[in-house]
């Protein structure tokens, strides 16, 4: 599985995509592309940092980082080494192990919205900086591995990215499962 080109490109690609660990497996139903430093809403804005290091590749390893002192937030390295460029993972349907995954989230009950949003998928795998540069391509731990693409797309602009300039604003590098439940801002979304 060759995940390294354009983040909005490799975006699409990562759709319908299960992310596996521990006997959970979640379908990926929501993404988001960031470029590299020409990107003003990407990580890799400023440089190269201890933070961001893992952005700068190899494509296919995890970028895993904590957000407002509360969720960790799980991307997929997509760019060639040494360039930056990421896809965060906003939303999935939980395909198998539910039970651990409302253990992990503290739910009571599985619902549409169980793990759409960052910071609920990667509670639901169980992550933390422990996985950060983590080869999602690679047999064992957390794992990134081939499943249905969505038959509908939809995109529109990112979320949660004020602080990047107007047209970085309005890229429409985030898409989603049509069919899904598990995407969030759906009304900012629209057919590819």
């Known amino acids: 599985m060759n995940l390294e080109g354009p983040a909005d490109a490799a975006a699409r690609v990562l759709l319908g995509m299960l992310l596996v660990r521990e006997g959970?497996?979640?379908?990926?139903?929501?993404?988001?592309?960031?470029g590299g430093s020409g990107d003003s809403a990407s990580h890799a804005r400023h440089g190269r940092t201890a933070r961001n290091a893992p952005m700068w590749g190899p494509p296919g390893h995890a970028y895993l980082y904590f957000c407002y002192g509360v969720h960790w937030m799980l991307n997929v390295?997509?760019?060639?080494?040494?360039?930056?460029?990421?896809?965060?993972?906003?939303g999935a349907e939980v395909a198998s192990g539910l039970e651990i995954v409302l253990a992990r989230?503290?739910?009571?009950?599985?619902?549409?919205?169980?793990?759409?949003?960052?910071?609920?998928v990667a509670q639901a795998l169980g992550l933390d900086r422990a996985f950060d540069g983590h080869d999602l391509l690679a047999p064992g731990g957390l794992e990134?591995?081939?499943?249905?693409?969505?038959?509908?797309?939809?995109?529109?602009?990112?979320?949660?990215?004020?602080f990047a300039t107007a047209p970085d604003q309005a890229r429409p590098w985030r898409f989603a499962d049509g069919e899904s439940g598990a995407v969030l801002h759906r009304k900012l979304l629209g057919p590819l």
Not at 77 to 90: F, K, Y
Not at 144 to 162: C, F, H, S, Y
């Open 105 to 120: 989230r503290g739910a009571a009950k599985a619902t549409p919205q169980l793990c759409a949003g960052p910071g609920k």
């Open 77 to 90: 390295v997509t760019g060639p080494e040494g360039d930056a460029s990421a896809v965060l993972i906003r």
């Open 144 to 162: 990134l591995r081939p499943g249905t693409p969505p038959a509908r797309v939809l995109a529109g602009p990112r979320v949660g990215i004020a």
């Open 24 to 34: 959970v497996s979640l379908r990926i139903t929501e993404v988001e592309a960031y």
